[in-house]
């Protein structure tokens, strides 16, 4: 690991300013706030993310309230580890899908170290981004090219790509999030913002090395999730190689409001297939005021893919995200009445 500089922010004013200044929003910022670490130190013990000064925002990491409930809907800490969340009984029994996506995150020992602001942030797996050995990675040396592209891919986003990088997002929790039209609180040195969490990650669109829309010395405070009631009829369904202590091929974040058996909104949104958190539009446009069927599904989860695009190892993609759409539907269909 390369030197650097260590700082301790006494509060989130003296954090921000810390942080000003500086490339936020891009991978290789020169200051890193560090929360749990388990995304940061990996990458620059890796020698990835090789900043200059780490910014330790441990006198935040213990928030008073790490999940709040009001009219406005529920309110998560940023700084909440994810263990605490995921086993909150109200974000369970309220918003199954974002428990869900947080308990199916990591392993124990990640969750109760990570916070939910560090998942949100963090890096895709992509082997050759995190591996400075190969040379081409226009996320980790812009204009270097895409090692992805030629390589074995099996694992690369199909949606949302472009030829300058094909990188999957690999979180869980932010997919949740979008599904239920989230947003996250922002705090930098010039004030603070509220944005769509949809807004947060950008496209690759030719500069892959920058992934957020997030200002120089801003960070994430908290996540509002609207107060709907049917979101109780949600869930988070995710295929991986193995069954724990893994990343999604494919994850479907689903809720559904229904009037019998007719569809009068549904939400979906997608993990492990996209270049970031994706949301299915063409999907649940498709399913509204129809009534749900095993068949109708199919249809809307070809709309979800209808975008795919594959590089080879990664045919296999597209079919099995559909199959996972229709199975993550139905499943919620069953579930019992909100
Ligand atoms: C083996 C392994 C398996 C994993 N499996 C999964 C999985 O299945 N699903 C999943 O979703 N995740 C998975 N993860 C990722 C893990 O959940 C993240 O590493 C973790 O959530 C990051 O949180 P952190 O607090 O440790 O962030 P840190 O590592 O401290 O920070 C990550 C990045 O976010 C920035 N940052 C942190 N907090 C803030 C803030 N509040 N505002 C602004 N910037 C901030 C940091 O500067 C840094 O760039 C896995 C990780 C490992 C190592
Ligand atoms: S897919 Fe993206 S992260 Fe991976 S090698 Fe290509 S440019 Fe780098």
Known sequence: MRPFAFERAGDLAQACRMGSGTGQGQTDAPVQFLAGGTTLIDLMKL????????????????????????????????????????AHPAVTAHYPVIAQSLQLAASAQLRNMATLGGNVLQKTRCPYYRDPSWKACNKRAPGSGCAAL????????????????????????????????????????????????????????????????????????????PPDAWMRRSLYLKLRDRQSYEFAITAVA????????????????????????????????????????????????????????????????????????????LEAQALKEA
């Open 47 to 86: 020698d990835v993310l090789r900043p200059n000064t780490v910014v330790d925002l441990d006198s935040l990491l213990t928030p008073r309230e790490p999940v709040a409930f009001g009219p406005e809907g529920m309110t998560l800490s940023a700084f909440a580890k994810m263990s605490k969340v995921a």
């Open 150 to 225: 030629t390589a074995p891919n099996r694992n690369h986003a199909v949606l949302g790509v472009d030829d300058t990088c094909i990188a999957q997002y690999p979180g869980d929790f932010a997919v949740a999030l979008i599904a239920l039209d989230a947003r996250v609180d922002l705090s930098g040195p010039r004030g603070s913002r509220s944005i769509a969490v949809a807004d947060l990650h950008t496209g690759p669109n030719g500069q892959p090395h920058i992934e957020t829309t997030l200002r120089p010395g801003e960070i994430i405070t908290a996540f509002h999730v």
């Open 254 to 329: 689903v809720a559904l409001n229904l009037a019998g058996n007719t569809v009068n909104e549904a939400r979906i949104a997608l993990g492990g297939m996209a270049y970031r958190p994706w949301r299915a539009k063409a999907a649940e446009a498709h399913l509204a005021g129809k009534p749900l069927t095993a068949e109708l599904a199919a249809s809307a989860a070809a709309a979800a893919l209808s975008g795919a695009k594959t590089h080879g190892h990664n045919d296999y993609k597209p079919e099995l995200a559909k199959r996972a759409i229709v199975r993550a539907l």
